[in-house]
């Protein structure tokens, strides 16, 4: 973008990225058992929780959702982060950083939401990429 790393490290306070999932409708929502083929997608991030979704009914529209809540991740500028803008290290390597200090990526909060019963693992799936 043409924009000097000193400018940015000196005036950045924090980074926030956010994804709207469907919440699942609390009239119709029932405990369903997952498919092999999502929890291969899912791998282990899951582990002892129950599954929900929503069925269909007249209040959703029979869609089985209602609504949207969000998911998000909130990279805080630290004197390391702003060191390796600084530096112009690759993305890869700020996210990295970011994540061993702390950081909740969109999928992980995603999770989170799934665990809750808020949303599916499909919704999770549909709005964030998967970490590298």
Not at 50 to 72: D, K, L, M, S
Request: proline residues 2%; glycine residues 8%.
């Amino acid at each position: 973008m043409g924009i000097e790393g000193f400018l940015v490290a000196s005036s950045l306070v924090g980074v926030l990225a956010q994804r709207l999932v469907r919440v699942i409708c609390p009239a119709c929502k029932e405990p369903f058992k997952p498919t092999q083929e999502i929890f291969e997608k899912i791998s282990t991030k899951l582990s002892d929780f129950t599954a929900y979704h929503g069925t269909g009914c007249e209040e959703c529209r029979y869609t089985g959702y209602r609504g949207r809540t969000g998911i998000f991740e909130l990279m805080i500028m630290t004197e390391e982060l702003r060191r390796l803008v600084l530096e112009r290290a690759s993305s890869n390597n700020i996210r990295d950083t970011a994540i061993s200090q702390g950081m909740l990526v969109l999928r992980e909060c995603g999770w989170q939401k799934v665990r809750q019963g808020v949303t599916t693992i499909e919704e999770v799936l549909r709005v964030s990429q998967e970490e590298i």
